[in-house]
């Protein structure tokens, strides 16, 4: 069965530190693909990155970046130099592979709670 | 992307009353889905609408509890019938682009509260 297990509930950093979230998955299906939303206090939910299970290739854009770890089934999430703006919580999802290789519905994570204090 | 418009963004309902929630889409997608999230919860996939045909459930939710419509390739509904204080949540629509990127996109949500 697929399981995504994001064991920080909560956490609370000053503007300017670095953080880093943090995310297992379990699957066994070897086509898959992981993403990190936000959903910032209001509502909507904010697409961050899609990594599909053959590329393992760390990722940076701007202040973000995240570190696919197919050993230890981690995809983990990082926030350099974190803002106020940050505050969200972050949901770390798993997809099966869908019809031509397309992604499907998602499981979720928990979420993290971020909050950033100025 | 896509940009996806639900209706109502929030609302107030009675106990036993049901509510019909709108996801408009501006471009057609292969597929659309619709979440749950109860307060302070993750996300959790109701069903699959599927174009023209009936939607494909998750364990635990059914047809009767909560029917969808899905007419055409951008517009779909979800009721929440006889509602109960259980059912207060934010429901989301969701989308998957064409072609093979994959992406999922979703809608602000409609947030219910049922007294």
């Known amino acids: 069965a697929q399981k995504v297990t994001q064991a920080q509930t909560e956490i609370s950093v000053v503007e300017k530190e670095d953080v880093t979230l943090d995310c297992v998955y379990e699957t066994r299906d070897t086509t898959y693909y992981l993403f990190w939303y936000k959903q910032p206090p209001s509502g909507e939910l904010v697409f961050l990155i899609r990594?599909?299970?053959?590329?393992?290739q760390n990722e940076i854009s701007g202040r973000y970046s995240w570190n696919f770890q197919k050993s230890t089934s981690s995809f983990n999430f990082t926030i350099t130099a974190s803002q106020v703006v940050d505050s969200a919580v972050y949901f770390c999802a798993l997809s099966e592979e869908g019809y031509g290789g397309a992604t499907n519905k998602l499981i979720f994570g928990t979420g993290t709670l971020l909050a950033v204090q100025p | 992307s896509a940009v996806i418009s639900q209706k109502p963004s929030r609302d107030i309902c009675q106990r036993g009353t049901s509510l019909t929630i709108q996801c408009q889409v501006d471009?057609?997608?292969?597929?659309m889905f619709w979440y749950r999230q109860q307060p302070g919860q993750s996300l959790t996939l109701i069903a699959t609408a599927n174009q023209g045909s009936e939607a494909t459930y998750e364990s635990g939710f059914v047809i009767d509890k909560f029917p969808i419509s899905r007419p055409n390739l951008t517009f779909s509904t979800l009721t929440v019938s006889n509602m109960s204080p259980e059912d207060s949540s934010i429901y989301l629509c969701?989308?998957?682009?064409?072609?093979?990127?994959?992406?999922?996109?979703f809608g602000e949500g409609s947030r219910l509260t049922v007294l």
């Open positions: 471009s057609q997608v292969t597929m």
């Open positions: 990594r599909n299970s053959f590329d393992e």
């Open positions: 969701s989308v998957r682009t064409t072609g093979n990127t994959g992406e999922l996109f």
